[in-house]
Nanobody, 121 residues
Framework: QVRLMESGGGLVQPGGSLSLSCTPS????????MGWYRQVPGKQRDSVAL???????SYSDSVKGRFTISRETNQNTVKLQMDNLKPEDTGVYYC???????????????WGQGSQVTVSS
């Protein structure tokens, strides 16, 4: 069973910056997708930024130009740099992983425990 260890997040004023980091541990043969989702109370969990094994990245429209996702392939660590933060960026951010445990296996999903990001003056 793969576990995702998250770090970062916290409280920041509008216009400030925060970063999140996520590193998986466990048996992984290949990673297809790795990134971040955000959830606020009463709403579904939505994609914020994702990286793909092709090297491509995707961002939600609300964070384009402000957030940057990057992946360190040697450790499979994914980082989310969040700049010019806005109050509407507030929420719990979850690391997300789609991977293969072994060659020819089924694609599996894993979620981090969630990291609180609060943007408030």
């Amino acid at each position: 069973q793969v576990r995702l260890m998250e770090s970062g997040g916290g409280l920041v004023q509008p216009g400030g910056s925060l970063s999140l980091s996520c590193t998986p541990s466990g048996k992984i043969f290949n990673i297809y997708i790795m990134g971040w989702y955000r959830q606020v109370p009463g709403k579904q969990r939505d994609s914020v930024a994702l990286t793909y094994d092709s090297g491509q990245t995707s961002y939600s429209d609300s964070v384009k130009g402000r957030f940057t996702i990057s992946r360190e392939t040697n450790q499979n660590t994914v980082k989310l740099q969040m700049d010019n933060l806005k109050p509407e960026d507030t929420g719990v951010y979850y690391c997300y992983l789609v991977y293969l445990e072994y060659r020819g296996g089924n694609a599996l999903e894993a979620w981090g425990q969630g990291s609180q990001v609060t943007v408030s003056s």
